[in-house]
T-cell receptor
Framework: RKEVEQDPGPFNVPEGATVAFNCTYS??????FFWYRQDCRKEPKLLMSVYSSGNEDGRFTAQLNRASQYISLLIRDSKLSDSATYLC???????????????FGTGTLLAVQP | DAGVTQSPTHLIKTRGQQVTLRCSPKSGHDTVSWYQQALGQGPQFIFQYYEEEERQRGNFPDRFSGHQFPNYSSELNVNALLLGDSALYLCASTKTGEAFFGQGTRLTVV
C-alpha cells in the first residue's frame, strides 16, 4: 500500500466550477501535511499547509481529518490558470521539524476548460 | 536572491554510465534533499544532507550516492545507470519552514 494515495484524475472541469481533491495517508504518526502544485514539466511549489482546524487561502480550502487519515483540497470558482497537478504531501513522524523528508502522492491532474 | 539552482537541466546517458547532478540551495538554506520523479508519479525521496552528512535516506540502492560541500551545495551521483533511472531529479533546500525546489534535471538513459 502506498503511503499517500490520491485519485490521479484527470479532473476536467469548466471555468467557474468547484472541484475537490482527496488524499489518504497510511502512517498515523504523520506529522505535517501540505498541498503542492506542479505545472507541466516544472518543479513542485507549495500551495498551502493543511491543519486540522482547516485553512483557507482565497479560493482554496484545505482540511485535515487525523482520525480518518484523510486530507482534502477544495478549489472554488476554478480558473484556467488552476490547471496543474496537485500533489498531496505528508511528513513522517519521529524526526521532527520542517527539514523532514516529504512523502508525495502520485498527484491529481486538473484541467480547467474554457 | 537566486532560488534553488540545478545543473544540468537535461542530460542523456547510456546504460551503465555514471552521472553527477548538481544543486545550489537557496541563500541561507543549509539542508538539501534529493527526489526522483518518474513520469506520471510523485517525487520519491532519495536522501537528505545536512552539515555535509547524509541524514536520512529513502529506499534507493547504493548506486545512488551524494555529497554536500561546506557552502551547502550538493551533488547526486548515480552509478551503473539503468533505463529505469530515467526521471526528473529534483533538489529541494530548507532551513526551517518551506522546502523550495529547483527546476530539476531531466535524465534520460538510453
Amino acid at each position: 500500500r502506498k503511503e499517500v494515495e490520491q485519485d490521479p484524475g484527470p479532473f476536467n472541469v469548466p471555468e467557474g466550477a468547484t472541484v475537490a481533491f482527496n488524499c489518504t495517508y497510511s502512517n498515523s504518526a504523520s506529522q505535517s501535511f501540505f498541498w503542492y502544485r506542479q505545472d507541466c514539466r516544472k518543479e513542485p511549489k507549495l500551495l498551502m499547509s493543511v491543519y486540522s482546524s482547516g485553512n483557507e487561502d482565497g479560493r482554496f480550502t484545505a482540511q485535515l481529518n487525523r482520525a480518518s487519515q484523510y486530507i482534502s483540497l477544495l478549489i472554488r470558482d476554478s480558473k484556467l490558470s488552476d490547471s496543474a497537478t496537485y500533489l498531496c504531501v505528508v511528513t513522517p513522524g519521529g524526526y521532527g521539524g520542517a527539514t523532514n523528508k516529504l512523502i508525495f502522492g502520485t498527484g491529481t491532474l486538473l484541467a480547467v476548460q474554457p | 536572491d537566486a532560488g534553488v539552482t540545478q545543473s544540468p537541466t537535461h542530460l542523456i546517458k547510456t546504460r551503465g554510465q555514471q552521472v553527477t547532478l548538481r544543486c545550489s540551495p537557496k541563500s541561507g538554506h543549509d539542508t538539501v534533499s534529493w527526489y526522483q520523479q518518474a513520469l506520471g508519479q510523485g517525487p520519491q525521496f532519495i536522501f537528505q544532507y545536512y552539515e555535509e552528512e547524509e541524514r536520512q535516506r529513502g529506499n534507493f540502492p547504493d548506486r545512488f550516492s551524494g555529497h554536500q560541500f561546506p557552502n551547502y551545495s550538493s551533488e547526486l551521483n548515480v552509478n551503473a545507470l539503468l533505463l529505469g533511472d530515467s526521471a526528473l531529479y529534483l533538489c529541494a533546500s530548507t532551513k526551517t519552514g518551506e522546502a523550495f525546489f529547483g527546476q530539476g534535471t531531466r535524465l534520460t538513459v538510453v
